[in-house]
T-cell receptor
Framework: KNEVEQSPQNLTAQEGEFITINCSYSVGISALHWLQQHPGGGIVSLFMLSSGKKKHGRLIATINIQEKHSSLHITASHPRDSAVYICAVTPSSGTSYGKLTFGQGTILTVHP | DTGVSQDPRHKITKRGQNVTFRCDPI?????LYWYRQTLGQGPEFLTY????????KSRLLSDRFSAERPKGSFSTLEIQRTEQGDSAMYLCASSPITRGSYNSPLHFGNGTRLTVT
């Protein structure tokens, strides 16, 4: 079992729908990251959080440390949101900072 | 701020050849990371530099792989005697050391896609 599991692996939505992507992890962490990857490879950091909730535009990320679970929500989805969304954690067990452990990613396709 | 840049974007090489990739991090970022990503998977950590010091190296990095960051600025990743299993996207990321915080977001380059034929 991977240390970071995402669900669903693939998600298709119609423009305007509310989207949720889930991430569960099995190790102690100092931070959790949500990242976006477009075709061609570039990865953009969306959020880094260690507690509570963060919001940026139409994106909201939440984390529940006790349950070892995080969610990424997209409100009023748009075709330009189509990308791979990746959850990653910084383990707290004495490893180098930035040695992230990644989930396998969720492929999101938003149709007009 | 031009972001993290990687060169080349694509590299096709024959099995057994050596290849070298370059990463230029954001200029004030002390920390630099190399990751490898195969199709359909999340990235896997390869190695980490703080300034010019290589502080950690994954067991994924066989003896054929070497990374350097000689002046604490750009970094190179060399793969010797390439094998077909080395075909992947090689990603570089950098981050600053933020006073009072252990964590800072990573800034990724667009990657170098290696194909070994």
């Amino acid at each position: 079992k991977n240390e970071v599991e995402q669900s669903p692996q693939n998600l298709t939505a119609q423009e305007g729908e509310f989207i949720t992507i889930n991430c569960s992890y099995s190790v102690g962490i100092s931070a959790l990251h949500w990242l976006q990857q477009h075709p061609g490879g570039g990865i953009v950091s969306l959020f880094m959080l260690s507690s509570g909730k963060k919001k940026h535009g139409r994106l909201i990320a939440t984390i529940n440390i006790q349950e070892k679970h995080s969610s990424l929500h997209i409100t009023a989805s748009h075709p330009r949101d189509s990308a791979v969304y990746i959850c990653a954690v910084t383990p707290s067990s004495g490893t180098s900072y930035g040695k992230l452990t990644f989930g396998q990613g969720t492929i999101l396709t938003v149709h007009p | 701020d031009t972001g993290v840049s990687q060169d080349p974007r694509h590299k096709i090489t024959k099995r057994g050849q050596n290849v070298t990739f370059r990463c230029d991090p954001i200029s004030e970022h002390n920390r630099l990371y190399w990751y490898r990503q195969t199709l359909g998977q999340g990235p896997e950590f390869l190695t980490y530099f703080q300034n010019e010091a290589q502080l950690e190296k994954s067991r994924l990095l066989s003896d054929r792989f070497s990374a350097e960051r000689p002046k604490g600025s750009f970094s190179t990743l060399e793969i010797q005697r390439t094998e077909q299993g080395d075909s992947a996207m090689y990603l570089c990321a950098s981050s600053p050391i933020t006073r009072g915080s252990y964590n800072s977001p990573l800034h990724f380059g667009n990657g170098t896609r290696l194909t070994v034929t």
